[in-house]
């Protein structure tokens, strides 16, 4: 039987820090949440579940020791994603909130005498290592930050902490109070005659499996370990085949040819510099891996950490529902 374990979670009020709540919680263990206010919905947590409402990035050292005492494990799923636009340049932004704060955090659990420590992070990690042709972390500030943030976290919990990454691809589900990143995917979907969208393809996942592999990771994952966590490999024809029908009308899918894909990429990297902006993902280079298949074989981490295999058309259907 697997120890209790104190666990604090790190943005447990979101997408993925609910999931893995709802798993630990179900297991068992004992878990504290620091998240940004407000909560998105009442009733979310079981009573046990402490709440704290603040940002990480605002508290003190000692404030953050003191979260941290008694604690057996800690999770990061806070930080910037891909879809902010900050000021250019873009990287500063993205060190400090991917980088920066994950590296403060993991030695101050690993001064507080936390063990064990899961970082969630990016599959485009995984592919930098397998494609260095395409020098993605050159090339998009967003997933140089990610590659820095694993190697950040790992080194700072030294021999005294394991730390384990989880390298997550496109994600689906549903959760109270928070509208999933694809309303305006689904909203094209349902509002066009005919999908026009790349080549391509990448691996899915359901919610309910993330929060499974978070709860193994804490459980069972081997330190220093890079897990890249998913389920289905589906071309975006395949997928916005299986959308199209959950709106309740299958629809024909186009592939744009990628010349024009870069074109559009073009016009958006214009936008962003008259905006003063820069995106974490270069639009004109992302055409690479938006084309590319990002697939990967999910069940060498799904045998490492223990969670079950998706199941990709209940969460589809859960996010199209939520996206009304």
Not at 44 to 68: G, V, Y
Not at 151 to 172: C, N, R, S
Not at 206 to 211: F, L, N, P, T
Request: positive net charge; contains cysteine.
């Amino acid at each position: 039987m697997t120890k209790k374990l104190n666990v604090l979670l790190i943005g447990g009020t979101g997408f993925l820090g609910f999931y893995a709540t709802k798993e630990l919680t179900k297991r068992g263990h004992q878990v504290s949440i620091l998240a940004l206010p407000p909560l998105p919905a009442e009733g979310l947590f079981p009573k046990e579940t402490k709440i704290i409402l603040a940002d990480l990035n605002q508290l003190s050292d000692d404030a953050i020791l003191e979260l941290l005492k008694g604690q057996d494990a800690v999770i990061y799923a806070a930080g910037a994603d891909d879809r902010v636009t900050p000021k250019a340049p873009a990287y500063p932004y993205f060190y400090k909130y991917n980088v920066e704060a994950t590296r403060r955090l993991m030695v101050l659990a690993r001064n507080a005498g936390v063990k064990r420590a899961v970082v969630l992070g990016s599959y485009f990690v995984h592919f930098d290592r397998i494609w260095p042709h395409l020098k993605l972390k050159e090339n998009h500030p967003y997933i140089r930050s990610r590659v820095e943030q694993e190697a950040a976290a790992i080194e700072a919990g030294g021999k005294d902490m394991a730390v384990m990454i989880l390298e997550l691809p496109y994600i689906f589900g549903s959760m109270p109070g928070r509208t999933p990143i694809w309303k305006p995917l689904i909203k094209y979907i349902r509002n066009t005659p005919i999908i026009f969208y790349t080549h391509g393809g990448t691996n899915c996942i359901a919610v309910e499996q993330v929060g499974e592999a978070i709860a193994g990771a804490i459980e069972q994952g081997k330190a220093g370990q890079s897990y890249v966590v998913g389920s289905e490999n589906l071309t975006w024809v395949e997928l916005l085949h299986k959308l199209s029908k959950l709106t309740g009308k299958e629809k024909h899918v186009v592939s744009l040819p990628n010349w024009l894909a870069t074109i559009a990429g073009a016009l958006l990297k214009m936008q962003h510099f008259f905006e003063g902006k820069e995106g974490g993902l270069d639009p004109i280079k992302l055409i690479q891996i938006q084309t590319a298949k990002t697939f990967f074989d999910p069940t060498v981490a799904r045998e490492a950490l223990g969670f079950n295999s998706s199941d990709l058309d209940a969460a589809l259907q859960k996010t199209v529902e939520a996206c009304k």
